[in-house]
C-alpha cells in the first residue's frame, strides 16, 4: 500500500523528501497548472497590479500547503494578524497570512511569490515597532510561526532553534538544562529579528552578541534552495547574515551556541530623578563601560512618568553569576533613595519575562537610536535635551517616554572579530561606545506627528552634539532604528559595498530587496 501511494505521489509530480525543494521552474508550472485547473489566466495577463497576483500567490498556496494560509475576514487571519508589538504593524493588511510547517514550504512560498511577481514580508516575532517591517499591505505575511523546533544537541554545546520562537520559549526549555544562549532580554521578542540584526544579551559581555554566537544558519535562498550557512560552507553570507537583517533570505533555523548557566541576579531599581542622582549616575555609567567585566550589564532609563507627572530613573542591572549586590554595581544603587527594586536571584526566563511585562502589546510605538563614545557629560547634555522635547508633548494621552543608555563595552566587542566577524562595522577598537535608544509608546494615531518630531529632534541635536565634542560615533543599531534612520550607512561604505556584492552573488533578482520591501535594505 505504501508503495503505491509513492507512485502516486510522484505520478502527481510531487517530491517525496522531506528536505527536497521543488525549482523555480516547477513552481511556475504547478501555478500554471493551478490557473488552468481553475479558469485563471496566465500570470502577467490578467494580474495587472500586486493584490492580483498576491491573490494568485494565496489561492495556490493555499491549495498546495494544506492549512497553511488565512484569508481576509477569518478569524485565525484576525489572531495572527493582531500579533504584532506595535499598533502601527498590526494595522497592514495582507492578502493572506501563509504559515509554513517546514522548511520546504517557505521555499514553496518564497518561489510563488516570485513567479507571481507577489511583494511579501516575514515575521519571526513581530516586535518591530514601524509598519511593513514583519507585516505588509496588500502583499503576502509569512509568519514563520510554527518553525518553532528547539533540540539541545547531545553535547549540550548547541541548539538548533526555529525563528517561530520566542527568547522566552528558548530561556524556558533552556533553564531545567542549566544551560542559556546568548540572546534577547524580553520574552516575547523573537529570535529571528533580534538575531539578524545583532541581538545584545545580558551575557555579551563574556561572548558578543547574538549574531557573533551562531554556528549556523539554515537559509532559503531566493532561488529556493536550502542551504547551511556557517563560517566554512558560505563565509562570505555567513558574514552579511550576522548584522544583514532581512536582506539575504530566510532562515528557518539558528544553531546557537549554549553554556552552562543557573541563576543570574538581575532586576530594577526606580528612583525619582534629581539632577544629582542623574550626574552621579551618569558617571556610575560611565565607570561601568570602562571597566568592561563581561559579567556586569546594566540598561539605564529616564522615564517620564504620566500618572506621577514626574521624571524617573530606572536602573536594570545585571549579573551573570548567582551573586546578590556584586561590588561592580555600588556606584549604580543608592538604597537610601530606591522607590521600588525587584533585585533578585532569578532565572533567565524570569528575568525575560519581568523585562516583558514593562513592554506591553496595544501602543504604537516608536523607537529611534545612536551612538557615541563613553562621555557622562554627553549622557548629562542628551538627558536635558530629551526632558526638553518630552515636556512638550507630555501630555498627549497614554504617552511613555523613555531614554535608554546601553553600555558597549570593549569586552563585548572584542568577540565580533569571531569566525571571519560580524558585518556590523565596529569594534573593540572603537573603545567603550554608549548606545543610546528612544523608545516612546502612545495610543492615538493624531499624536503621529507630534511625537515622531520630538523624538527625529532630540535625535538630531544629540547628533550635532555628540560630533561637536568629538564623541560621535556613526553606528546605528537596525534593531532600535526608527525608518527614517539610514542603518547601512552606518556600517561604513566598505561593509555597505561589500553586502551589496553578496547580495548580488547570491540574490541576482533582488527578491530579498524587491519583492519584500519592508525594514532596512542595503541598496
Ligand atoms: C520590547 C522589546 C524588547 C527588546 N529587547 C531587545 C534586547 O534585549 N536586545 C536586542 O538586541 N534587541 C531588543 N529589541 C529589539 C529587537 O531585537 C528588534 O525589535 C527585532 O527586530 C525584533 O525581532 P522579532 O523577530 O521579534 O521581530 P519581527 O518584526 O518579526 O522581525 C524583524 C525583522 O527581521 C526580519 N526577520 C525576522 N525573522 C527572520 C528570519 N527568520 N529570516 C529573515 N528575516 C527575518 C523580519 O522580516 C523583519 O524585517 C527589543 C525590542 C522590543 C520591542
Redesign the pocket.
Known amino acids: 500500500m505504501w508503495i503505491s501511494l509513492l507512485c502516486f505521489i510522484s505520478l502527481l509530480g510531487l517530491k517525496v523528501t522531506a528536505q527536497q525543494p521543488f525549482t523555480l521552474a516547477e513552481i511556475e508550472d504547478q501555478i500554471a497548472a493551478y490557473q488552468r485547473n481553475h479558469g485563471v489566466s496566465a500570470v502577467g495577463v490578467s494580474a495587472a497590479g500586486p493584490p492580483v497576483k498576491c491573490s494568485l500567490a494565496c489561492a495556490f498556496l493555499n491549495s498546495t500547503i494544506s492549512g497553511s494560509t488565512s484569508f481576509r475576514g477569518s478569524s485565525r487571519y484576525k489572531l495572527d494578524g493582531s500579533r504584532?508589538?506595535?499598533l502601527q504593524?498590526t494595522a497592514s493588511d495582507p492578502v493572506c497570512r501563509v504559515v509554513p510547517t517546514s522548511v520546504v514550504d517557505v521555499s514553496t512560498a518564497i518561489l510563488s511569490f516570485r513567479v507571481t511577481n507577489c511583494q511579501f514580508?516575514?515575521?519571526?516575532?513581530?516586535?518591530?515597532?514601524f509598519s511593513g517591517?514583519?507585516?505588509i499591505n496588500g502583499g503576502v505575511t509569512l509568519d514563520?510561526k510554527q518553525?518553532n523546533q528547539l533540540s539541545v544537541a547531545g553535547d549540550r554545546k548547541q541548539i538548533a532553534v526555529g525563528?517561530g520562537n520566542?527568547?522566552g520559549d528558548v530561556y524556558s526549555f533552556l533553564d531545567p538544562q542549566s544551560l542559556s544562549v546568548i540572546?534577547?532580554?524580553?520574552s516575547?521578542?523573537?529570535?529571528?529579528?533580534?538575531?539578524?540584526?545583532?541581538?545584545?544579551?545580558?551575557f555579551s559581555g563574556h561572548w558578543g552578541?547574538?549574531c557573533d554566537n551562531v554556528n549556523n544558519f539554515q537559509?532559503v535562498f531566493a532561488d529556493g534552495t536550502i542551504n547551511d550557512v556557517n563560517f566554512k560552507s558560505f563565509p562570505d553570507l555567513y558574514w552579511a547574515l550576522r548584522g544583514g537583517?532581512?536582506n539575504?533570505?530566510?532562515?528557518?533555523q539558528?544553531d546557537l551556541v549554549t553554556f552552562p548557566q543557573s541563576d543570574l541576579w538581575a532586576g530594577s531599581n526606580i528612583y525619582l530623578y534629581t539632577t544629582d542622582l542623574a550626574r552621579q549616575f551618569n558617571t556610575a555609567f560611565s565607570d561601568l563601560n570602562i571597566a568592561a567585566d563581561p559579567k556586569a550589564a546594566a540598561?539605564f532609563v529616564y522615564a517620564y512618568s504620566q500618572s506621577f507627572g514626574s521624571w524617573a530613573i530606572v536602573t536594570d542591572l545585571q549579573y551573570t553569576e548567582p551573586e546578590p549586590n556584586p561590588l561592580i554595581f555600588q556606584n549604580f544603587t543608592q538604597p537610601s533613595k530606591v522607590v521600588a527594586s525587584t533585585l533578585r536571584l532569578t532565572s533567565m526566563a524570569g528575568a525575560?519575562s519581568e523585562?516583558?511585562a514593562?513592554?506591553p502589546y496595544g501602543f504604537r510605538?516608536t523607537?529611534w537610536t545612536m551612538t557615541f563614545k563613553n562621555s557622562p557629560t554627553l549622557m548629562s547634555d542628551i538627558s536635558a535635551m530629551f526632558i526638553e522635547e518630552i515636556d512638550q508633548i507630555k501630555t498627549i494621552p497614554d504617552l511613555v517616554s523613555s531614554l535608554v543608555f546601553q553600555p558597549i563595552t570593549t569586552a563585548i566587542t572584542s568577540h565580533f572579530s569571531k569566525y571571519g566577524g560580524n558585518s556590523l562595522g565596529f569594534n573593540d577598537r572603537d573603545g567603550p561606545l554608549t548606545l543610546m535608544q528612544i523608545?516612546i509608546s502612545w495610543i492615538d494615531t493624531q499624536n503621529d506627528d507630534r511625537v515622531m518630531s520630538a523624538a527625529r529632534s532630540v535625535i538630531s541635536r544629540a547628533n550635532t552634539t555628540a560630533y561637536a565634542q568629538n564623541l560621535g560615533h556613526p553606528y546605528i543599531?537596525?534593531?532600535?532604528a526608527s525608518a527614517e534612520q539610514n542603518v547601512f550607512k552606518g556600517y561604513g561604505e566598505q561593509n555597505l559595498l561589500k553586502l551589496q556584492e553578496i547580495s548580488r552573488k547570491y540574490d541576482p533578482s533582488r527578491v530579498w530587496q524587491d519583492l519584500?520591501p519592508?525594514?532596512?535594505k542595503i541598496f
Request: glycine share 20%; proline share 1%.
Open positions: 504584532y508589538w506595535s504593524q514580508a516575514i515575521k519571526s516575532g513581530g516586535h518591530a515597532a517591517a514583519s507585516n514563520l518553525l525563528p520566542s527568547w540572546g534577547g532580554r524580553v516575547d521578542v523573537g529570535v529571528g529579528g533580534l538575531t539578524l540584526g545583532g541581538g545584545i544579551s545580558f552578541w547574538a537559509v537583517g532581512n539575504f533570505g530566510v532562515v528557518t539558528f540598561i525575560a523585562l516583558n514593562s513592554n510605538q523607537y523608545d543599531y537596525q534593531n532600535y519584500q519592508g525594514f532596512f
